[in-house]
């Protein structure tokens, strides 16, 4: 089974990227994906896409939710649904 890649893109000082996080870190206790973190203050492009949307999650390339992140809806995204 291949693994999903889960992409939480984020920045410094966030209090809604922290919160996102610790969602995504109870989900990796349950589920098998490859986690990465991208500081779109790293790039101008990032920042341009998603600088009023934070914190953004992708998963296997496909925005999955953004702003209020909770845990029910990437869980669902993870199944496939």
């Known amino acids: 089974m291949n693994n999903r890649t889960l992409v939480l893109y984020t920045r410094n000082r966030c209090p ?4 996102a996080k610790s ?3 109870e989900l990796k206790e349950e589920w098998n994906f490859i986690y990465k973190e991208k500081d779109i203050d790293t790039s101008d492009d990032l920042t341009e896409k998603y600088g009023l949307m934070i914190p953004v999650v992708e998963i ?3 925005e999955v ?3 209020q992140i909770d845990k ?5 995204a993870l199944k496939g649904n």
């Open 72 to 76: 029910w809806t990437i869980e669902e």
């Open 60 to 62: 296997d390339g496909s």
């Open 65 to 67: 939710q953004y702003g």
């Open 16 to 19: 809604l990227c922290d919160k």
């Open 23 to 25: 969602i995504i870190m």
